[in-house]
Each structure stands twice: as C-alpha cells, then as structure tokens.
C-alpha cells in the first residue's frame, strides 16, 4: 500500500501560479501511473491531468492544456503539477491519486486504487 500527501495549495490571484508537490511513501512508486484530479464544491470529481510510470507518457484536460505540467521525480517518490495562468474556475480540492494496475495513463478515477488527502487551491478574480 502506499500513501500520498499532497502539499503547495493555497491562494492566488487570477493568472498567477501553484505548484503542487504529491509525495509518495514506499519503494515503488516507479511502478504506479500517477493523477491529479480536483473537485469543486457541489460538483464531481474531476480528471486532470496523468503521467505515465516512467513518465514518458502524460494526459491533460482541454480545461488544463497548455496552462499545467504534470511531472513526476522517481528517485524522490514525487509528482508534481505545475499550473501557470491561473482562472476562477480551477479553485478546487486537487488529489493526486496512484494505480499499481495501470499499464497506462487513464483519465477515470475508479481506475486509480489509492489518494491523497487532497490540498485547496482558490483562485480569485
């Protein structure tokens, strides 16, 4: 089993930047495929972005292409979500989450087996 922490939320002005770290414990984190996805109040947990084990592969949101970089730091059981111009509509919860299954990016959240707590992330205009 392993557990992930996620840090680096808080609050920003429109346009401005975050970066979230999402640290992993355990000895094999270069095993899992890693996500973030967000959830607003009121609505649904959202995919947002997936880096594949060794990282060579990675998935973004349209909501989120060209705005965040999703990367991820084997030797230090860490991945991050860079996000750059920040709008209103990204404030949210954001947890990373793990799949051991997974052979490749997936962009639903049943398919990842274990979360982090989730860290805020507001946005104001």
């Known amino acids: 089993q392993v557990q992930l922490v996620e840090s680096g939320g808080g609050l920003v002005q429109a346009g401005g930047s975050l970066r979230l770290s999402c640290a992993a414990s355990g000895h094999t984190f270069s095993s899992y495929v890693m996500g973030w996805f967000r959830q607003a109040p009121g609505k649904e947990r959202e995919f947002v972005a997936a880096?594949?084990?060794?990282?060579?592969?990675?998935y973004y949101a349209d909501s989120v292409k060209g705005r965040f970089t999703i990367s991820r730091d084997n030797a230090k059981n860490t991945v991050y979500l860079q996000m750059n111009s920040l709008k209103p509509e990204d404030t949210a919860v954001y947890s990373c989450?793990?799949?051991?299954?997974?052979?490749?990016?997936?962009?639903?959240?049943?398919?990842?087996?274990?979360w982090g707590q989730g860290t805020q992330v507001t946005v104001s205009s």
């Open positions: 989450a793990a799949s051991p299954r997974l052979t490749a990016v997936a962009t639903s959240p049943r398919e990842y087996d274990y």
């Open positions: 880096i594949s084990r060794s990282g060579s592969r990675i």
